[in-house]
């Protein structure tokens, strides 16, 4: 298994192959809605992966994992499409804001009880530009599914 991750991760440094795609890390949280079943906020962590970074409209791919009070915790798999309505300015722009939907599966526990939530999210945020190829994102979400809630993450992303 350590093998396998190894040689993933060499296959996806390649320059090849981080040219075809964007990667993403963020933190954050996630605060459920009034007359939901959980209360309060959750701590999130995101794994996102884009393709073709420099075209308009992108397909991501994301795990996202949270964990919250009374015993709350839940791992989503999203797929769904970005729109970066800036991106055929390239660099001549430090930020590219963006727009995108999501559909969403999610499995986890509450109160010691095994639950599962799928729906779709839709959202916008800002990828600003640091340096060459990476920089930092932010971004807001809408959740809605068998329970709703509201999503902010901030994170780093590379090319």
């Given at each position: ?12 440094s ?54 919250g009070?009374?015993?709350?915790s ?50 916008a ?7 060459k ?6 971004s ?6 068998s329970?709703?809630s ?10």
């Amino acid at each position: 298994m350590k093998k396998l991750l190894l040689m993933t991760f060499i296959l996806l440094s390649t320059p090849t192959m981080a040219n075809k795609f964007q990667f993403n890390f963020n933190i954050g949280q996630d605060t459920a809605d009034d007359g939901e079943e959980r209360s309060g906020t959750a701590t999130l962590v995101r794994f996102g992966l884009s393709t073709t970074p420099k075209t308009m409209f992108r397909l991501n791919t994301a795990f996202t994992y949270q964990s919250g009070s009374n015993s709350f915790s839940q791992g989503d798999f999203t797929l769904g499409p970005y729109i970066y309505p800036l991106a055929y300015m390239g660099r001549k722009t430090p930020g590219q804001p963006f727009l995108f939907a999501e559909g969403k599966i999610g499995f986890g526990s509450m109160a010691k009880k095994s639950r599962t939530d799928s729906g779709f999210g839709m959202g916008a945020g800002i990828d600003l530009q640091m340096f060459k190829n990476s920089g930092f994102t932010f971004s807001v979400e809408q959740h809605s599914a068998s329970e709703s809630s509201t999503r902010l993450w901030f994170g780093f992303y590379w090319r």
